[in-house]
């Protein structure tokens, strides 16, 4: 992200709208709803993730890719958590921000209890829709020593 968010105001309404877009947009993923997970995505949106080769693009994309992870993780008894925090926002315009936040992924298992199973960086660029957001592209960079 090039915008040095550090000198940008965001005002207490849109904090909030992002934040809670977050809160509902992961618990559909946690809870394996993934045609409504990715709904909040762009048509045309992407999904890069470091660990892949390339990024998902466009919302069947996306949906399918996710769809064959919950299934996958379902078929060895695995529930997953995203916890996510640090949410920096910078407005672009008045209709787009770009949102950087830490994401760490719990992996829970009846043997093992929960677990934390990956820290990452994710990069979104929001686009307004109405009274919500759609994630028009998605970056997730899985954090390792320098």
Request: glycine residues 6%; negative net charge; contains cysteine.
């Amino acid at each position: 992200m090039t915008t040095d968010s550090s000198t940008i105001k965001v005002d207490a309404e849109l904090r909030a709208s992002v934040e809670q877009f977050y809160a509902h947009h992961m618990q559909l993923l946690d809870a394996g709803r993934i045609p409504e997970w990715a709904s909040f995505f762009t048509e045309d949106g992407t999904f890069a993730v470091d660990s892949h080769p390339e990024p998902a693009r466009g919302r069947g994309q996306i949906t399918a890719g996710a769809t064959r992870t919950v299934e996958q993780l379902r078929g060895q008894g695995i529930a997953r958590r995203h916890w996510l925090g640090m949410v920096d926002i910078a407005p672009a315009d008045d209709t787009t921000v770009r949102v950087r936040s830490y994401a760490l992924v719990f992996q829970i298992t009846e043997a093992e209890g929960a677990a934390v199973r990956s820290s990452t960086t994710c990069e979104d660029e929001l686009v307004r829709a109405g009274d919500s957001w759609l994630i028009r592209a998605r970056t997730v960079r899985q954090d390792r020593p320098a």
